[in-house]
T-cell receptor, first 110, second 116 residues
Framework: AQSVTQPDIHITVSEGASLELRCNYS??????LFWYVQSPGQGLQLLLK??????LVQGIKGFEAEFKRSQSSFNLRKPSVHWSDAAEYFC????????FGAGTRLTVKP | DAGVIQSPRHEVTEMGQEVTLRCKPI?????LFWYRQTMMRGLELLIY????????DSGMPEDRFSAKMPNASFSTLKIQPSEPRDSAVYFC??????????????FGEGSRLTVL
């Protein structure tokens, strides 16, 4: 069965610092992988997705993620965090019955 | 473009009452999903439809929960009778099928349900 693990429940970074959010997946076939962001009181918005091809994918708001099959990982990165990036981030895997990780809450310090 | 529209945005009700949540997916999307979000359990897939047909309802917690999709532009999630443990934010999402967009979900803003 497909599943997603986000090991970090909460991360705090300083504004301007780099960010990496971890995601590990379990999936029987070539996975469809996604990162979504949720601001307070809002629905989820897609940041980026990976289906096939180049393992480094670019998304909106300056985010990128790298698919590493050997590590079953799809970590999200941003070189310089802005205060507006404070939100909850969800990794997801699958197609149809998409499964989400527990989420990582990002706090940005001034 | 109109996104996924959910109503009501907020619902407060008393235990035992019937609750109906509504969703209008993005026009042209063939798949519709209902998720429940709580602090304890995160985002849980309750049920999803493809071309108005329920494909997987294994996430529906109990018989008190039911979902319908009578046509391509409307779906309901009903809880009868409601219980305090049903308090959560319920999200509806829709998805186009096929091609590069396979699997991407577009979420509504959610319906926050409080059962007293």
């Amino acid at each position: 069965a497909q599943s997603v693990t986000q090991p970090d429940i909460h991360i705090t970074v300083s504004e301007g610092a780099s960010l990496e959010l971890r995601c590990n997946y379990s999936y029987g076939a070539t996975p469809y992988l996604f990162w979504y962001v949720q601001s307070p009181g809002q629905g989820l918005q897609l940041l980026l997705k990976y289906f096939s091809g180049d393992t480094l994918v670019q998304g909106i708001k300056g985010f990128e993620a790298e698919f590493k099959r050997s590590q079953s990982s799809f970590n999200l990165r941003k070189p310089s965090v802005h205060w507006s990036d404070a939100a909850e981030y969800f990794c997801a895997v699958g197609e149809g019955d998409m499964r989400f990780g527990a989420g990582t809450r990002l706090t940005v310090k001034p | 473009d109109a996104g996924v529209i959910q109503s009501p945005r907020h619902e407060v009700t008393e235990m035992g009452q019937e609750v109906t949540l509504r969703c209008k997916p993005i026009s042209g999307h063939n798949s519709l999903f209902w998720y429940r979000q709580t602090m304890m359990r995160g985002l849980e897939l309750l049920i999803y439809f493809n071309n108005n047909v329920p494909i997987d309802d294994s996430g529906m917690p109990e018989d008190r929960f039911s979902a319908k999709m009578p046509n391509a532009s409307f779906s309901t999630l009903k809880i009868q009778p409601s219980e305090p443990r049903d308090s959560a934010v319920y999200f509806c999402a829709s998805s186009p099928r096929g091609g590069r967009d396979t699997g991407e979900l577009f979420f509504g803003e959610g319906s926050r349900l409080t059962v007293l």
